[in-house]
């Protein structure tokens, strides 16, 4: 019983530093705008050494690739909005962006030199695609332009979008998300092109 209930505990403890580790990258990630964390800022954050880090996830980038991994699995769960329902698609789109927006508007701008942002753009471009489809499916199905208005409704949904509202022109996050929505609906009603 005794042996059974201490390898229960330092499982326990084990998941729980490992938590720890993830959600240090991300938060650090968040707070200095870049995946590019120094490994003993991370293991400062989660009151472990660098040697406890490498120990759990072998590599400095398998941890980043686990960390990323589960903040998709966090921003699923931030962007989940009744399929078809516009307005509340646009309020969680902005919402997510409130949390996540300058982070990944500062991650599309070192793209092209850094290639673990590279990777985490390009996750989160497909990701974001996926959302739209699945969201705005009732008001896609069975349209003839919908290839079109995939694309159409990504931009408008867009953290570019976000950002030249919310940070450029300095918007009000209502009248961030009330332009956004107008946005939206004038996609939606547009007729097939040309």
């Known amino acids: 019983m005794t042996r059974s209930y201490t390898m229960r505990a330092r499982a326990e403890s084990t998941a729980e530093t490992r938590q720890r580790i993830l959600d240090a990258v991300n938060q650090l990630s968040y707070e200095q705008l870049s995946v590019q964390i120094a490994l003993t800022d991370v293991a400062e954050r989660a009151r472990v050494s660098v ?11 398998a941890l980043f690739e686990a960390a990323w991994d589960l903040e998709v699995v966090r921003v699923r769960g931030e962007r989940t909005a009744p399929v078809g329902d516009v307005g509340a698609a646009v309020a969680v789109i902005v919402g997510s962006y409130e949390r996540t927006g300058d982070w990944a508007v500062r991650l599309q701008a070192v793209e092209h030199t850094e290639d ?59 009248a961030t998300s009330g332009h956004m929505h107008r946005l939206v609906r004038a996609v939606l009603s547009s007729a097939a092109g040309p």
């Open 51 to 61: 040697q406890t880090v490498l120990r759990h996830f072998g590599t400095k980038d």
């Open 116 to 174: 673990l942002a590279r990777r985490v753009v390009t996750i989160g471009r497909k990701f974001h695609r996926a959302w739209v489809e699945e969201v705005f499916a009732p008001q896609l199905d069975g349209r003839a332009d919908r290839a079109e208005l995939v694309e159409l409704l990504t931009v408008a949904t867009d953290v570019l979008t976000w950002k030249i509202l919310r940070r450029d022109a300095r918007l009000s996050r209502r």
